[in-house]
């Protein structure tokens, strides 16, 4: 039980802003923090049903339910995955070699193109928070896409290649137990899809096919773009996997109220 206890609070304590007992990160609460990972995304979706329903009971208007649902994913992971996000963005507006984008990765800089993307991610995702209506179904939806997102980014570290200087990554990849993690997080990702797909009907469906479209450019962006992921391909993935989610969403929503 303290094993697990303490698995759990490395993965919080590296993936979110929430405060964490002090441990010190040993191999054996490592092998398998990965597969905590995810429970990061459940707490997320959690978050998103308490708001959901204080704006529901305090009758509070609808953008500042908007509002508070687009900033609660950075406030509680303290924008560790945006971090990666903008990397990733002024690196691909380079058009560079992996090499020097691997570079531009490394940078402490913010440039102007990821500049320009975060404003752009952030006026996307608020105006599809202030969209989504916050039915039981759609808030399901919302927090075990959290959880979707953050199982396929832990399964990304244990199957697919890493790039040279990736050191974070390769920290937690290491010294994982890969067999163990693959097996945890391969049953996160079929739960989770099982779930969308079984509470959520047509949007749950969508919302899997989603992450799994955005899952398979990830792939395809890292070996192409950049010889393998990395931390900052990993934030990359995760953003823009819960913006297309959340799209499909509000988008099966739109259609459904049409017919």
Not at 6 to 34: G, H, Q, Y
Not at 90 to 117: C, M, N, T, V, Y
Not at 153 to 166: I, Q, R, Y
Not at 213 to 224: D, N, Q, S
Request: glycine share 8%.
């Amino acid at each position: 039980m303290k094993w697990l206890l303490e698995t759990v609070a490395v993965a919080f304590a590296m993936f979110s802003a929430i405060p964490m007992p002090r441990i010190d990160w040993k191999r054996e609460n490592m092998r398998c923090a990965l597969g905590a990972f995810p429970l990061v995304g459940a707490v997320i979706g959690f978050a998103w049903w308490g708001w959901a329903a204080a704006v529901s009971y305090l009758a509070l208007p609808a953008i500042l339910r908007g509002a508070v649902l687009c900033v609660l994913p950075a406030l509680l992971t303290g924008g560790i995955h945006l971090d990666g996000y903008a990397d990733v963005s002024d690196a691909l507006a380079s058009h560079a070699s992996p090499e020097r984008k691997q570079e531009i990765l490394r940078d402490p800089h913010i440039g102007a193109f990821a500049a320009i993307r975060l404003c752009v991610y952030f006026a996307v995702y608020f105006g599809l928070c202030c969209a989504v209506e916050p039915t039981a179904t759609a808030l399901w939806c919302a927090g075990i896409g959290f959880t979707l997102s953050r199982a396929l980014s832990a399964a990304a570290l244990t199957v697919f290649p890493l790039a040279e200087g990736s050191s974070l990554a390769r920290t937690f990849a290491d010294a994982a137990d890969k067999s163990l993690v693959r097996g945890v997080v391969g049953a996160e990702v079929l739960l989770c899809a099982v779930a969308l797909c079984g509470v959520g009907g047509y949007a749950g469906c969508a919302v899997v096919c989603a992450a799994a479209i955005v899952f398979a450019r990830y792939a395809h962006t890292a070996k192409t773009q950049f010889g393998g992921i990395s931390g900052d391909l990993a934030g990359w993935f995760l953003q823009k996997a819960e913006l297309w989610m959340l799209l499909a969403l509000v988008a099966v929503q739109a259609m459904e109220a049409r017919i």
